[in-house]
């Protein structure tokens, strides 16, 4: 007989291949799930009474920024994944900017890890960058334990994370595919942008209007092909990160059909705000790519619920309040906090408003992104032998987004005031509660790494 660390009982849970949650109860050893049944009988040193909720994988946002070490006074680990375990993801991975240093070596990696492993409230794993400067450091990295490498293929607006011209994200692509790893590209056009850019700025504008129209769709799709076809080239398994159109989508399928290894994942900012939202919110919308009009945002919508947008990823990239003040949009630092609220979005907006079922968001939402990096052994599913990473959500409940509701180091967000029909209730990372009903309950450092290769 076994002797359960936790019996969770009372739940409706969503288990792999099911389309909706049924009534199981779940048995943890060790932090991982040990058994799932109708009814369990076995000894339990404590009990869950998870009556009235759904029992959901645990987030797995392959996608947020904490810039800890260096940027500590933008988030941290500790606040950024405070914030994540309130939004009931369980596991991230974090992106080598903008760290200072950002993450480009062993050194920097290190660097990061001893920060992530004193702080980190929830599981993580890392991207290492691929730049100019350091295409002879992947090795390094790969052997340090990144998932693999990600790439701005224009400006990041940061000097020390430099874009990767075509020669460069060859060369990388390359390497890569020799590792087995896989490589992630903003993918926004450099020229189409900077020259579009330069035009608008010679003309004087600063406008939220103009600033979204110095970044079009088309210099999205014309990003992806570049990439893909460079993918196809070397062989080299392909993400694009923060896909904002559903035309930038077809030219991920169109690769697909190619017989491209690549992937895309969008951003719950573009699937709930739109551009009139931003002209609204200002500089707490900003982001690369910019948000679309409704028409667009209603295609990403289509490809979600059907499948072929395969992840959600926050993109959390928080800044303090004093980098988002400027009159000119142009010169208004960019990036949205938003990685507590990407369940709620998704059931409110996905599940409750559109009718897209539990099923498919959380393949979006942890099963797809867990098998695209490696961590899909143990991450992303509730199966036996899995972690035991769980969020309990209370579907029918309501919350108002509140700045005194959120973790982050800065309380922004452009969600603030939106009431979200489906609650997380609970969160467990390795079985163990780290949140619960508006309270952080779990401790700083007891998130662990979970390295790539
Ligand atoms: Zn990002």
């Known amino acids: 007989m076994a002797h359960f660390d936790v019996h969770l009982r009372g739940g409706l849970v969503l288990l792999p291949d099911q389309p909706e949650p049924v009534a199981a109860e779940i048995g943890i050893i060790a932090g991982q799930i040990a058994a799932i049944a109708p009814e369990l009988t076995d000894p339990a040193a404590a009990t869950l009474d998870a009556s009235g909720l759904v029992i959901l994988p645990g987030g797995v946002d392959a996608h947020v920024h904490f810039n800890e070490p260096g940027r500590s006074a933008w988030e941290g680990w500790a606040t950024g994944t405070r914030a994540l375990a309130a939004g009931g993801v369980t596991c991230c991975i974090e992106m080598p900017l903008n760290a200072s240093p950002p993450t480009l070596d062993a050194a920097s990696l290190h660097a990061k890890l001893a920060t992530a492993r004193a702080s980190a409230y929830v599981d993580f794993a890392l991207w290492g960058g691929l730049t100019p400067t350091n295409l002879d450091r992947l090795d390094e990295l790969a052997a340090g334990g990144v998932i693999g490498f990600k790439a701005f293929m224009c400006d990041s607006g940061i000097s020390d994370f430099q874009a990767a011209d075509e020669a460069t994200l060859h060369t990388g692509m390359r390497h890569a ?15 189409i942008v900077s020259q579009l850019t330069a035009q608008a700025r010679a003309e004087g504008a600063t406008s939220i209007r103009a600033y979204l129209a110095s970044r079009p769709i088309h210099a999205e799709q014309e990003a992806i092909h570049t990439a893909a076809r460079l993918a196809q080239e070397t062989g080299c398994r392909l993400h694009v990160v923060h896909v904002s159109s559903g035309q930038g989508v077809q030219a991920v399928l169109a690769a697909q059909a190619r017989g491209v290894d690549i992937s895309c994942e969008t951003c719950p900012h573009y ?99 867990a098998q695209r990096f490696g961590l899909g052994q143990r991450k992303g599913q509730i199966a036996i032998g899995y972690d035991a990473d ?31 029909r489906g609650v997380v209730v609970q969160t467990l990372v390795r079985g163990v509660v780290v949140y619960q009903r508006g309270q952080i309950v779990g401790q700083g450092g007891w998130g662990v790494w979970v390295a790539g290769g």
């Not at 009009?293 to 993109?315: F, H, N, T």
């Not at 209370?394 to 982050?408: C, E, G, H, I, R």
Request: aromatic content about 8%.
């Open 177 to 191: 595919a020799r590792l087995g790893m896989p490589v992630a590209v903003h993918a926004e056009d450099e020229a």
């Open 271 to 369: 699937l709930v705000l739109t551009d009139a939202d931003v002209e609204q919110l200002g500089a707490l919308a900003k982001c690369a790519p910019p948000i679309r009009s409704a028409a667009v945002q209603a295609e990403l919508w289509a490809y979600l619920a059907d499948g072929r947008l395969p992840m959600v990823a926050s993109d959390h990239s928080p800044a303090p309040p004093d980098m988002k003040t400027a009159p000119d949009f142009f010169a208004v630092w960019g990036g949205i906090s938003g990685c507590q609220a990407t369940l709620p979005l998704l059931l409110d907006a996905g599940y409750h408003q559109r009718g897209i079922p539990l099923a498919t968001l959380a393949r979006a939402w942890a099963t797809y992104p």
């Open 390 to 420: 769980l969020v309990l959500v209370d579907l029918a409940a309501q919350t108002t987004v509140q700045a005194s509701n959120l973790f982050y180091r800065h309380p922004h967000s452009p969600y603030l005031g939106r009431t979200l």
